[in-house]
Structures are given as structure tokens and as C-alpha cells.
């Protein structure tokens, strides 16, 4: 295992906790409306999923560590860990997360556990620390590079430092930046479209680091309107094991009440909408941008089960 690599994310939690007071604080000296900031529930919530997707993280990592380095040693294939090979890595974790967080919207299974991110009403860096506990179901997507010949220590590494850089977007006190940073890269802006619940706002804005993943596969919208966060249908709770598992209780009603395989099948795969007879559609065909950005719309209430909790984008 390569050793030269630091643990990202261990490095960064104090700088995690400083950044959240300090937006506590501005939030208390300059409050902006009702709507924005923080309430102390649903920050309680936030880092009680954050501290539980500790714990349960080592435990998921226990068998992906073991198929990874399985594959590693299969693979003739050898990508030496180098300053510029690094970097390389990086950005293709970063493709492959951009799918990755895209399947995770699009079929419901994947929604199931990242469902979790969404469900607060608030949009801060608290939100931001709201993980899942069952996110073993993200390592198929970054197999590829495995087989590559990349270092399971190597992507670990590339995928924490995607993961530090997400946490500062997860904000409303930071407003547009330079173009050209907007053009390339995911900043708060983009980031508020993804946990926007209006219509034209679902589904957009996969990116991790860079923004250019969406612009190339035709899920970018602007910020045009201000977003109003949470799920299309929320879920009135802040119990920890509620939030984690409310849509795994959704599917297993849904298979239940299934009456054939084809329908558990798609309830299981398919988008988190869909029912038997519902027309065939794309993750977008419900939502259309225009040139200058999204307006306000009203999502097809198709593409949602009516008793799960939805996405926020």
C-alpha cells in the first residue's frame, strides 16, 4: 500500500468544524431570512448521519477493500503513483463519480441511499456532513479503475479529496464566482441547483469537482431562481434510523405489494418514479431547460412514488 498518501478526510474535520461555526455565527450576526440557515434539529440530524456514516463506512469498506484488491492483483496492469498520475487519477474519479452520484439519482435502489443527503430542508455546510450508512453501493462504479491498474490506496485517496472538496459547497454564503471558475468547476451555485426541489432544478448537477462532466452530458442547469430545498415530498421526521432506511421501507413495501417480478424488477431498478404502465422516459424527459436556465415547473408526479421520499435534484 502506498504510504505516502494522507487521510484527507482526517485532516480536514477540524477545518469541517471551524467553517461550520463560523457560518453558525454568521448566521446569528446577519441573518438573511427564516428560511436560511440553520435549526437546531435538523443540524442534530445532519451530524448524527455524519458520525453514524463513520462507523458504518469501516464496516462497508471491510469487503470493497477485499473485491478491490482481488482485482488489483488479477489485473497485469500497473499505474504508478506519481505526483502527475495522481492527478490523473483524480480527475478520472471524478468521471466516474460524476455516473456514479447520476445512477444513484436514476435508478432507486441507488436513490435509496442517497436519498439521505437530500432530506434536510436547510442547505448549509452541516448539510453537507448528512452521509448515508449504506453507501456500499457506490464501489461498482469505480472498478474500471481497479482494473486499470490504479492502487485501491490511490483511488481512497482521490476519492476523500473529492469528497473535502465537496463539503465547502454546501452553502448559501457564497454567491457566484468568476465565470470562468463557474464554467469549470462545481461551486455553491451549481451545488444549490442539485439540492433545489423545483422541477426544472431535479436531476441536474452531478459533478464533484468539475462542473464540465454535466455541460458534456447534458445534465447542467444555471442558478436562476433561488432554491427551495428538501425532497418533492419530504419526510416529517429527524430520527436518525428513519432518515437512513425510509426509502428501503418504501421499496419493500412496493415489492410486497408487487404482482409480478417484471414490477419488482422495476421497482428496484428502475427510476424512483416509476410504476407499472408509466410511459418510458429518460432521467430528463421530464424536465426541460431552456437556454437561459430553469424556471419554475411542477415535476411529473410519475417519476416519484407518492409514499417515498423524493429528490431534491
Not at 2 to 16: G, H, K, T
Not at 165 to 188: A, C, D, K, S
Not at 212 to 237: C, H, M, Q
Amino acid at each position: 500500500m502506498p504510504s505516502s498518501l494522507p487521510d484527507v478526510v482526517l485532516w480536514s474535520i477540524p477545518a469541517f468544524v471551524l467553517l461550520t461555526l463560523v457560518e453558525m455565527v454568521s448566521y446569528r450576526l446577519r441573518p438573511d431570512d427564516a428560511a436560511a440557515g440553520y435549526e437546531p434539529r435538523d443540524a442534530a440530524t445532519s451530524i448524527g448521519m455524519g458520525l453514524g456514516s463513520l462507523f458504518f463506512d469501516l464496516l462497508w469498506k471491510v469487503p470493497v477493500v477485499a473485491i478491490y484488491t482481488a482485482v488489483y492483483e488479477l489485473t497485469p496492469l500497473r499505474v504508478p503513483v506519481l505526483w502527475w498520475t495522481v492527478l490523473l487519477t483524480l480527475l478520472a474519479q471524478d468521471f466516474f463519480s460524476y455516473w456514479s452520484h447520476r445512477g444513484h439519482h436514476v435508478i432507486r435502489v441507488l436513490w435509496a441511499c442517497h436519498v439521505v443527503h437530500h432530506s434536510s430542508r436547510k442547505f448549509n455546510l452541516g448539510t453537507a456532513l448528512r452521509q448515508p450508512w449504506t453507501a456500499f453501493s457506490s464501489w461498482p462504479f469505480y472498478l474500471p479503475m481497479i482494473a486499470c491498474g490504479v492502487h485501491p490506496a490511490a483511488l481512497a485517496f482521490c476519492s476523500s479529496v473529492n469528497l473535502v472538496y465537496q463539503f465547502w459547497i454546501h452553502t448559501e454564503r457564497i454567491g457566484r464566482l468568476p465565470r470562468p471558475v463557474e464554467y469549470v468547476f462545481n461551486t455553491p451555485s451549481h451545488h444549490r441547483v442539485h439540492h433545489a426541489s423545483q422541477g426544472g432544478y431535479l436531476d441536474r448537477n452531478f459533478g464533484g469537482i468539475l462542473i464540465v462532466w454535466d455541460r458534456l452530458f447534458g445534465s447542467f442547469a444555471a442558478e436562476t431562481e433561488r432554491p427551495v430545498y428538501g425532497l418533492t415530498k419530504n419526510i416529517e421526521t429527524y430520527n436518525p434510523l428513519r432518515v437512513a432506511t425510509h426509502e428501503y421501507v418504501a421499496i419493500a413495501r412496493d415489492l410486497r405489494a408487487a404482482a409480478d417480478w417484471r414490477e419488482r424488477a422495476g421497482r428496484l431498478f428502475r427510476g424512483p418514479g416509476w410504476r407499472p404502465g408509466a410511459s418510458a422516459s429518460g432521467p430528463y424527459a421530464a424536465v426541460t431547460v431552456p437556454p437561459g436556465g430553469p424556471g419554475p415547473r411542477d415535476r411529473d408526479a410519475s417519476r416519484r412514488p407518492a409514499e417515498a421520499g423524493e429528490p431534491s435534484g
